[in-house]
């Protein structure tokens, strides 16, 4: 009787683990989502930022994006001018990157600011009851900087 009750015990125990990590692999299912396509976009505020910088210039700013609606964190990056060229060995040196962090496996999406843009936002990462963070990569000829907001 006492072996069978064990396995009860067991089972149930499997049992709840399997509806937990359902539950918690629908809801990362935002996971590498673009944000205005998913919906979310809507109701996103900055809820971290910081400006991009080194000693002697200023690029722009990197922008932590938070919905409520989807627990979702997303990264901004908007320059202060327009990319010259980069990426390749004629420009010397690469294009401006945002990338959004997720602390607790170190999931991260990116993006790229391409010749001829300003701006440009990563796919999400899921952040209800966890953090993430924005970072920004920028190597230009006024030299480079590597810069990130706070954890939301």
């Known amino acids: 009787m006492r072996n069978f009750a064990r396995a009860g ?3 149930g125990g499997l049992g709840l ?6 539950g918690g692999a629908q809801a990362y299912t935002y996971d590498g989502q673009d ?3 998913a ?6 505020t900055t809820v971290q930022s910081a ?7 200023r ?4 922008e932590m994006r938070y919905s409520l609606k989807c627990h979702t964190g997303w990264a901004r990056l908007t320059l202060d001018y327009t990319q010259s060229a980069c990426g390749n060995a004629s420009a010397g040196y690469d294009c401006a990157h945002a990338y959004i962090i997720r602390n607790n496996d170190g999931r991260q999406y990116g993006c790229t600011i391409y010749k001829g843009q300003s701006q440009c936002y990563t796919p999400m990462v899921y952040d209800k009851g966890l953090t993430s963070f924005a970072q920004a990569a920028i190597d230009s000829a006024a030299g480079s ?8």
Request: hydrophobic fraction near 45%; include cysteine; proline fraction near 3%.
């Open 51 to 57: 400006v991009v910088k080194n000693a002697n210039v």
């Open 35 to 37: 944000p205005t396509a």
């Open 59 to 62: 690029f722009g700013v990197i």
């Open 145 to 152: 900087a590597n810069t990130r907001t706070g954890s939301y």
């Open 9 to 11: 015990v067991v089972a």
């Open 39 to 44: 919906g979310c976009g809507g109701d996103a």
């Open 17 to 22: 683990a399997l509806i937990a990590g359902t």
